[in-house]
Structures are given as structure tokens and as C-alpha cells.
């Protein structure tokens, strides 16, 4: 079966986990409305028509207490910690302290997508992606594949 066939996007990849979220959390629709965004778009997501940006990911990890590595590229296991802090503070002294050489490698990842996509996005979509791949990067370190995808959905 083709890739390009609806009921494969559909059942496969990010729809489907997303489904599975979908399934823990209650209904599209209430997902939807946590997360202040139209029932259509998250229907398009399930569907695989489009795809959330980061600040629409983070937003459905955060309600759905699902890992961001786990909903975009389906590595590890949904319900393990959120990959997303509560408002205290995230890199202070009772935090892991801030590995500024993996930050330096993920912000020159994050800035070679976007040179070579000719884009430039708002300090604030800036942070957001900059500090989601920061995340994501902790664990194994930068990885080209999802930094690229990240970057796609952010513009």
C-alpha cells in the first residue's frame, strides 16, 4: 500500500499516536478545546492531512502527559514524564544544569534548517523550537532527523 494512500497516513506515524492520546485523554473535541484549538485542525492531524506546530506539540504533550520524542518520531514510551516543566524555574540550581555544549549543537542544527529553508521565525516560535529540540536532545543527543521535522512544523 502506498505511503500517499489516506488510510495509511491515517493509521501509521503521528496520526495513530496521536489517536492513542486521543483515546487516553477522551475525545478529539475535548482535546481540542484544552488545548484552544479548532476540532477541524486536530481532525486534519488524525487524519494526516497537516501537522501541529511545535507550540500546537507541546501544548498536546503538556495535556496528554505524553513525551514529545514518543508523539513525533514514536521513540520510547508515551507515559513516561512529561518532557514539559511546570512554570518553576527549569535550569536553576535544583534542575539539571544547562549542558551548554548541547545547546550550542542544537542551536547550530536549528539555525542550519532554517538558513536552508530561507526562514525566519519569531523570537518567541524561536524559543519554543530552540528549547524543544534542547529537550529532546538531552537524552541522545541532537538528532538531525527530528531537529529537521521540528523545523518544518514550526514554520
Known amino acids: 500500500m502506498s505511503t500517499s494512500d489516506p488510510d495509511t497516513r491515517r493509521n501509521s506515524g503521528f496520526p495513530a499516536r496521536l489517536r492513542q492520546r486521543i483515546a487516553h485523554f ?8 484544552a488545548i484552544q ?14 501537522e501541529p506546530s511545535v507550540t500546537d506539540l507541546r501544548a498536546l504533550c503538556e495535556i496528554t502527559q505524553t513525551r514529545i520524542d ?23 540550581p535544583a534542575a539539571q544544569p544547562l549542558d551548554l555544549a548541547l545547546l550550542e549543537s542544537v542551536i547550530a542544527a536549528v539555525q542550519g534548517q ?10 518567541v516560535k524561536q524559543a519554543t523550537l530552540l528549547a524543544t ?11 538531525a532527523h527530528v531537529i529537521a521535522r521540528l523545523v518544518r512544523l514550526a514554520v
Open 114 to 123: 532554517l538558513s536552508a529553508a530561507g526562514t525566519v521565525l519569531s523570537p
Open 70 to 92: 514518543w508523539l513525533v518520531t514514536g521513540r520510547g514510551v508515551p507515559e513516561e514524564a512529561p518532557v514539559l516543566r511546570d512554570p518553576s524555574p527549569a535550569y536553576g
Open 37 to 50: 484549538r479548532s476540532e477541524s485542525a486536530v481532525r486534519k492531524w488524525l487524519r494526516g492531512q497537516s
Open 26 to 33: 477522551g475525545t478529539a473535541s475535548a482535546l481540542a478545546l
Open 133 to 143: 529540540c534542547y529537550d529532546l536532545s538531552r537524552a541522545a543527543g541532537p538528532d
